[in-house]
T-cell receptor, first 115, second 111 residues
């Protein structure tokens, strides 16, 4: 009974490099959400995707960040030209549908450190 | 604009007693509320939820109370156990899409 999988668990990048974070939802889940947690803060919503569609990207920074959830394979959160302020824990969650009482289940997170 | 607030950064409770964690929200359109528990270096773990049509939901040692008129919810854990020591986040959503989280409360259960 695999839960939400994220990899890598830890990622170190130098300023200006690209970071790719991957998320495989729980079996049977078709909705994926990405959240970011800065130190000593709560989780902040970034983007909500279904297969091949971005439903809500209101929390995504306008530049350098993009997300996709292709028909086959995991969801990818991509950060181009990383800066030190991108250092954070990035969590992915999935749910079976977007019904009003569908709980989101979280993965273990990817901790991004930008040097 | 912090729509979900947990005003107590930390709470210390003796083992066996009741832990009460509080959460306030400002958006009256929120219709679904959840509590998550988080250990360091792990993802949030779902604990319990409540729909806005209810005022109480119970699951074992965990009970969530919702007071819509006050825009307030609370999580009661009784009896508290050492394994309950963690950071607890409340979250709210409108239509169960994006979750809005509070800042978290660090609960410590003392033996």
């Amino acid at each position: 009974n695999a839960g939400v999988m994220q990899n890598p668990r830890h990622l170190v990048r130098r300023r200006g490099q690209e970071a790719r974070l991957r998320c495989s939802p729980m079996k049977g889940h078709s909705h994926v959400y990405w959240y970011r947690q800065l130190p000593e803060e709560g989780l902040k919503f970034m983007v909500y995707l279904q297969k091949e569609n971005i439903i809500d990207e209101s929390g995504m920074p306008k530049e350098r960040f993009s997300a996709e959830f292709p028909k086959e394979g995991p969801s990818i959160l991509r950060i181009q030209q990383v800066v030190r302020g991108d250092s954070a824990a990035y969590f992915c969650a999935s749910s079976p549908t977007s019904g009003s009482t569908d709980t989101q289940y979280f993965g273990p997170g990817t901790r991004l450190t930008v040097l | 604009d912090q729509q979900v607030k947990q005003n107590s950064p930390s709470l210390s409770v003796q083992e066996g007693r009741i832990s009460i964690l509080n959460c306030d929200y400002t958006n009256s359109m929120f219709d679904y509320f959840l509590w998550y528990k988080k250990y360091p270096a792990e993802g949030p773990t779902f604990l319990i939820s409540i729909s806005s049509i209810k005022d109480k939901n119970e699951d074992g040692r965990f009970t969530v109370f919702l007071n819509k008129s006050a825009k307030h919810l609370s999580l009661h854990i009784v009896p508290s156990q050492p394994g309950d020591s963690a950071v607890y986040f409340c979250a709210a959503s409108q239509g169960a899409q994006k979750l809005v989280f509070g800042q978290g409360t660090r609960l410590t259960i003392n033996p």
